[in-house]
Nanobody, 120 residues
Framework: QVQLVESGGGLVQPGGSLRLSCTAS????????LAWYRQAPGKQRELVAAITSGGSTNYADSVKGRFTISRDNAKNTLYLHMNRLKPEDTAVYYC??????????????WGQGTQVTVSS
């Protein structure tokens, strides 16, 4: 079992920056990939950024060049650095983890979400 807790959300002005954190606890070994998703009101949840255990990253086209995903393995923490924020970035952001033990079943975990509001 893995528990994910997000923090760092809040209100920020357009063009501003924000850093989200996601701390994992429990059986954190064998986590192959971590990701940030977001869901705006009335819209479906979408992938924002992902990072593998090897350090490879992927970003949604809408955030490329503005957002950076990173991880601190020693602290079991995932980060999302968001720069040049736009009103359309407003959403609840969720931390996601995929845990794959060799020869075992794949497990997926979600955090509770943290609200990011970009507004003047």
């Amino acid at each position: 079992q893995v528990q994910l807790v997000e923090s760092g959300g809040g209100l920020v002005q357009p063009g501003g920056s924000l850093r989200l954190s996601c701390t994992a606890s429990g059986s954190t070994f064998s986590i192959n990939a971590l990701a940030w998703y977001r869901q705006a009101p009335g819209k479906q949840r979408e992938l924002v950024a992902a990072i593998t255990s090897g350090g490879s990253t992927n970003y949604a086209d809408s955030v490329k060049g503005r957002f950076t995903i990173s991880r601190d393995n020693a602290k079991n923490t995932l980060y999302l650095h968001m720069n040049r924020l736009k009103p359309e970035d407003t959403a609840v952001y969720y931390c996601n983890a995929v845990r794959q033990i060799v020869l075992g079943a794949r497990q997926i975990y979600w955090g509770q979400g943290t609200q990011v509001t970009v507004s003047s």
